[in-house]
């Protein structure tokens, strides 16, 4: 199972994320890096654990309020495979991403309004970048699903999963706001459920995640991956944690 640090960036700043309160998200504080620059965070990333991959999400593109274009692309130039969440819902969206140094764009069903529009902005990432690709994130708010609109925010997650699925995505991440910082542990029942509904899928979870322990019973059920954040930045996961990784089942 794959370790995927998280970069959460609002005001030019690395911030600390918390049950998805974005208003009071405050610089964050690391022993990875002396500073809440995002470029030197993802230096420690690289220098200090040993990560090829990191995910991005640029709060204020989210939000609507500009983007952090050439930070995200220096990001990239470390040599680190971005997942970008930057409030992608239109092709346009999804080709901008790439431009932004994006190895894999991430859909996320909050700022998503039409399912419809899910194979459009799937071509446009490969037309633009071919070894490129979209991922699906089924944002939750405590386990409900969240959507910019009711065609979204109405359905069940594993339902609007099938729509991606048929659409052509094959990785997909499950990621709990409410329990982002939170410290209390990660809950996988809309994964677990959405691991028996694509068994082929990729499926990576987010929310939670504390220390070696919930890295363990993740890969225990299934997940390919685990989104990372706070446990990275106060130690609690190292680098001794991530050569170690824990196994996961084959799938059937």
């Known amino acids: 199972m794959r370790i995927v640090p998280v970069l959460d960036l609002k005001g030019g700043h690395a911030v600390h994320a918390v049950r998805g309160q974005r208003e009071t998200y405050a610089p964050v504080r690391s022993v990875l890096a002396d500073s809440a620059d995002p470029v030197a ?28 274009g050439p930070t995200i692309r220096a990001i990239a130039a470390l040599g680190l495979t971005v ?3 930057a409030g992608v819902a239109t092709a346009a969206d999804a ?9 894999r764009v991430i859909v996320g069903t909050e700022t998503l309004h039409d399912p419809a529009d899910l194979p459009a902005i799937l071509a446009a990432a490969r037309r633009v970048a071919p070894d490129a690709t979209a991922m699906l994130s089924l944002d939750l708010n405590d386990g409900k699903l969240l959507g910019a609109t009711t065609a979204v925010a109405g359905r069940e997650p594993s339902e609007l999963a099938d729509a991606a699925w048929q659409a052509g995505f094959r990785s997909f991440i499950v990621l709990d706001l409410a329990r982002v910082g939170s410290g209390v542990g990660v809950n996988t029942d809309a994964a677990r459920r959405l691991r028996e509904s694509l068994p082929r899928a990729e499926i990576v979870v987010g929310g939670g995640t504390r220390n070696a322990h919930d890295l363990h019973t993740l890969a225990a059920q299934g ?24 196994h996961r089942p084959q799938k059937p």
Not at 43 to 66: K, Q, S
Not at 223 to 245: N, Q, S, Y
């Open 95 to 103: 080709a901008r991403a790439i431009g932004h140094g994006a190895g």
């Open 83 to 85: 997942w970008l969440d």
């Open 223 to 246: 997940f390919d991956a685990a989104l990372v954040a706070t446990a990275l930045h106060t130690g609690a996961i190292t680098r001794t944690t991530l050569t170690e990784p824990p």
């Open 41 to 68: 965070l993802a230096r420690g990333f690289r220098a200090h654990l040993d990560c090829d991959t990191c995910y991005v999400a640029d709060l204020d593109a989210i939000a609507g309020r500009g983007d952090h």
